[in-house]
């Protein structure tokens, strides 16, 4: 990845006319908002798009034959086309739309549940989210399978010597995030693909923290399956995609009964339909799936390279501000990781110093971020998360760095 | 006093601060009078659920009175939890139980009776009021 921006091409202060929202104020100062791991703002392209579709063609979709359905299933499979085009799936009913991240895990976590025996092995890694862990636990409980977890060491980096030794015949899936929420580690997720293929396991990356900053490539991967959520992405809430490869989304079975999913239903026997529709029980979010694909043209409109770059040099400039307050402390000091960062400053309770900036109108996540085995890890009750994307500055940065400064001495 | 009366000197003392910091730093300061729970009872059991950071409280009657004893991890939840035991110390069970707490609103920490809030002063007052329940059954 280069790390050089053309400024002349990138110009954040246009960019952010783009986003309404970073015009208001809380607590009577102008919102900073560095909560992006937790969820993206929306542009107004992407908000037009959902009020284009409430006032001009929202109608239930693949079974109308009056105008409006046609074209709202038209726009919804657009957008399917528009991911599939985003990520190099080979075909597009390898998309399979889901209400997020955690649906598309559970999804597949539900899917191998037939698939595995007692002996067999799931392997995690020790970066993971909540949401990353609990279904495969219940899988665990369910088949009799074992679950193995990838130590990290203390920079945040997952121990792929570990992870080697874990793998073996019985290893049947494989889950790790591609970018760890809580630290911004981006892990090796080529070498743990090609690595686990060896033996013959299964792979799905979870991709909510890595999508709103890299354009991952399903096929140079060769990733088995990838998820993400909308929301993170400059999209709206309640959606997201689940890519599977399509020999793996034909051999598992359906998530959920209802309609949209069936080809033919008798008392006897229903057959169902064929990808994608097979996962796409009930009616879809319609309208957050063609926002998703707006989302996408929104970004790719930036491009990818260029936010990474942009990012970097937000990620680089608040480090080196940080670390020259004392007491400081940053986790997850990887040599590759997004523009997160996670620290402590002395023995402050993370949630004061959240409480005296949301007091100066900056956002920031405090708390163990949903991945409690990483706080374990480093024996913390949690810390404070600012989390940049390409519509922050570093104007902003520097007012965060003030206000951080007058926090600790209020709290000293 | 009465729990009215605490209140309303509370209310008076964060009248004289004109913005949230003095309000903040007054907080930050009542914290470091909280009595402190002994350590022996720094247990699971005596942790209020609901809170980002750890708050630990403990009662006992005396002369048919409650008094409570706390700690927190946390600076400003302890002086949230400072505030709430001046006002229900050493009060009766009853009282406690049928006390009010619109004061919060009234010193500007509106902002933490948010049930979504994670500091979770809504817990704390619950749990205040709890052992309040426990010892009155005791007098009944």
């Not at chain 2, 009766?92 to 979504?116: M, R, V």
Request: proline share 3%; net charge negative; glycine share 6%.
């Amino acid at each position: 990845m280069s790390k050089t921006l053309d400024h002349t091409t990138f110009n954040v202060e246009t960019i952010r006319k783009d986003f309404p929202i970073l015009n208001r104020e809380v607590n009577g100062k102008p919102l900073i908002y560095f909560d992006n791991a937790a969820t993206s703002q929306t542009p107004q392209q992407v908000i037009d798009v959902i009020v284009d579709y409430y006032s001009n063609y929202n109608a239930n979709i693949h079974r109308g034959v009056h105008a409006l359905s046609q074209e709202a299933t038209d726009a919804y499979e657009q957008a399917r086309r528009k991911i599939q085009t985003h990520f190099n799936a080979e075909y597009a009913h390898e998309i399979i739309f889901t209400s997020g991240t955690t649906h598309g895990i559970n999804l597949v976590a539900n899917g191998f549940s037939s698939l595995l025996k007692k002996g067999d092995e799931i392997i995690v890694s020790a970066l993971e989210h909540h949401s990353n862990i609990v279904p495969w636990q219940m899988l665990c409980e369910k088949t009799g399978a074992e679950l193995k977890v990838i130590p990290m060491n203390d920079n945040g980096e997952l121990e792929l010597s570990a992870f080697e030794a874990l793998l073996n015949e019985n290893t049947k899936l494989v889950f790790v995030n591609h970018i760890s929420n809580a630290l911004g580690t981006i892990n090796p997720i080529e070498e743990i693909i090609s690595k686990a293929h060896s033996v013959g396991a299964a792979v799905l990356v979870d991709g909510a923290q890595s999508c709103p900053h890299i354009k991952p490539d399903v096929q140079a991967l060769d990733v088995d399956f990838y998820v993400c959520s909308a929301h993170k992405i400059c999209g709206p809430t309640g959606v997201g995609m689940l890519y599977g490869k399509q020999d793996w989304l034909k051999k598992l079975p359906p998530y959920q009964g209802g309609g949209e999913m069936i080809a033919e239903v008798t008392f006897e026997k229903t057959t169902y339909a064929d990808l994608p529709h097979k996962f796409e029980a009930g009616t879809p979010n319609v309208c957050g799936g063609i926002a998703f694909g707006a989302a996408l043209d929104y970004m790719n409109a930036i491009g990818f390279e260029t936010i990474a770059n942009y990012e970097h040099e937000l990620l680089e400039h608040a480090t080196h501000l940080l670390q020259q307050i004392e007491g400081v402390k940053i986790y997850g000091t990887a040599k590759h990781k997004t523009s997160v960062i996670s620290f402590n400053v002395g023995n402050i309770h993370p949630y004061d110093i959240g409480t005296i900036l949301d007091k100066m109108g900056i956002a920031v996540r405090t708390g163990h971020h949903c991945a409690q085995p990483i706080m374990d890890y480093y024996n913390i009750p949690g810390t404070i998360r600012a989390s940049f994307m390409f519509y922050n500055t570093k104007a902003e940065i520097d007012t965060f760095i003030a206000a951080l400064k007058k926090a600790i001495m209020m709290l000293s | 006093m009465t729990i009215v009366e605490i209140q309303n000197e509370i209310i008076d003392e964060f009248s004289m601060f004109d913005d949230w910091e003095e309000r903040y730093q007054y907080m930050i300061d009542l914290g470091k009078t909280l009595p402190l729970i002994d350590e022996q009872f720094k247990t699971e059991d005596h942790i209020i659920k609901g809170c980002q950071s750890k708050v630990w409280v403990h009662a006992n009657m005396e002369d048919d009175k409650v008094n409570f004893t706390a700690d927190s991890d946390a600076i400003i939840t302890k002086g949230i939890i400072a505030i709430l035991i001046r006002v229900f110390s050493n009060q009766h069970p009853k009282d406690i139980i049928e006390a009010d707490t619109d004061f919060i609103d009234k010193i500007g920490l509106k902002e933490h009776l948010s049930p979504t809030r994670a500091n979770g002063l809504v817990s704390m007052i619950k749990q205040l009021k709890m052992y309040a329940i426990a010892y009155q059954t005791q007098l009944n």
